[in-house]
């Protein structure tokens, strides 16, 4: 129900402009009474011994418990390696309205990899390096390295373009060139 306010037709207008602006436009941020003295509150979990490897590896992250409204948990899960697999972002219990949105993950693996050096096969262990990265769009990229330096040599992203990077002896990019599936040749960057 809209109220009727007297006088020109114009405070009508106005009125039906700004309710169906509430409308459409996205929620903005909390103000605290005193922006001067405002905290954030956070809170923990580890995995214990009885997760073996993962003892003592950050398991949750919580911001806000004690606010449903704005509280999300982070969950980590890791490898074998301890390296991390995965973050899942989701809402906490309670959480209503415009709080709720959908869970979240990103990840990535640490597989092992050959690459050639100068002739020679090397092979990189797994669990030493990122060979993978998967973002909370499930939009991935792959990774190869130079195991002397631990640089990336080599980066294809989501939409196919790799980028490759020719190290010198002191791990120093001496060259690198972006190639794309739709060209032919590679284009210097």
């Given amino acids: 129900m809209m109220r009727e306010f007297k006088g020109s037709r114009v405070g009508k207008a106005t009125l039906s402009i700004a309710l169906l602006l509430t409308l459409i436009l996205p929620a903005r941020a909390q103000v605290p009474a005193n922006v001067y003295s405002y905290s954030r509150t956070s809170s923990f979990t580890y995995y214990t011994a009885a997760d073996g490897a993962k003892n003592g590896l950050l398991k949750t992250e919580t911001v806000e418990p004690n606010n449903a409204q704005s509280c999300v948990t982070t969950t980590y899960a890791y490898d074998a ?29 640490y597989a092992s ?23 909370s769009l499930q939009q991935s990229e792959s990774r190869q390295y130079d195991p002397r330096f631990g640089a990336v040599t080599k980066l294809t ?3 196919g373009l790799a980028t490759q990077w020719i190290l010198d002896a002191d ?3 001496r060259s690198c060139a972006l190639t794309a599936p739709a060209l032919s040749l590679p284009t210097a960057c």
């Fill in 81 to 109: 390696y301890g390296n991390k697999a995965s973050a899942t972002t989701s809402n906490c219990t309670g959480a209503t309205g415009r709080a709720l949105f959908s869970s979240r993950s990103s990840g990535g693996t």
């Fill in 113 to 135: 990899q050959s690459v050639s050096l100068n002739g020679t096969t090397v092979t990189i262990p797994a669990g030493l390096f990122a060979t993978n990265a998967t973002n």
């Fill in 171 to 173: 791990a120093r990019s």
């Fill in 157 to 159: 992203g989501p939409n």
